[in-house]
């Protein structure tokens, strides 16, 4: 996690002409400089990170809300997420930004309704509301990105 930013001064910022400027983070570990990447706007600047993708971190603090809520389900569902990346980072594609994080939102979320129509097909509704549940959680997490 990177503790310091080298900042630009706000109208030399606004002065660029590049879609794209280089930036040097400082991490407080290493003392090292590591270079990011910034998205010019002319409303806003947005600090793009290849180290980690932003929706990890609310999950986690989420996770323990929601053991300390006894939220079963929504528990089940932050623990299956947060699997699923750690499986994701041991392949050749590892998700790092949000838009990994949220393609694997809503790839879970069809999965999740996928599943509860064939319980539904299968006459086991107690198991299709369940996975609507759990879809009802994932989309909560796709509606907060978008």
């Known amino acids: 996690m990177y503790d310091q930013l080298l900042e630009l001064p706000g109208s030399a910022a606004a002065a660029m002409q ?7 983070l400082c991490s407080s570990r ?11 706007s002319p409303i806003f600047l947005q600090l793009t990170s290849p180290n980690k993708a932003n929706l990890i971190s609310p999950n986690r ?7 300390q809520q006894k939220d079963s389900n929504r ?3 932050l623990r ?9 980072s041991k392949t050749s594609s590892p998700i790092n930004t949000d838009m990994q994080m949220l ?23 107690d198991l299709a509301d369940k996975e609507d549940l759990q879809r009802a959680v994932l989309e909560e997490y796709v509606g907060s990105v978008e």
């Open 103 to 125: 393609s694997l939102l809503r790839k879970s979320a069809n999965a999740a309704k996928a599943a509860a129509e064939e319980f539904k097909g299968a006459g086991r509704q």
């Open 30 to 40: 290493s003392g090292k400089l590591s270079p990011s990447t910034i998205q010019l």
């Open 18 to 24: 590049p879609a794209q400027a280089q930036l040097l």
């Open 61 to 67: 603090k989420d996770m323990k809300t929601a053991m």
């Open 80 to 88: 299956a997420l947060l699997s699923q990346t750690l499986n994701a």
């Open 75 to 77: 528990l089940a569902v």
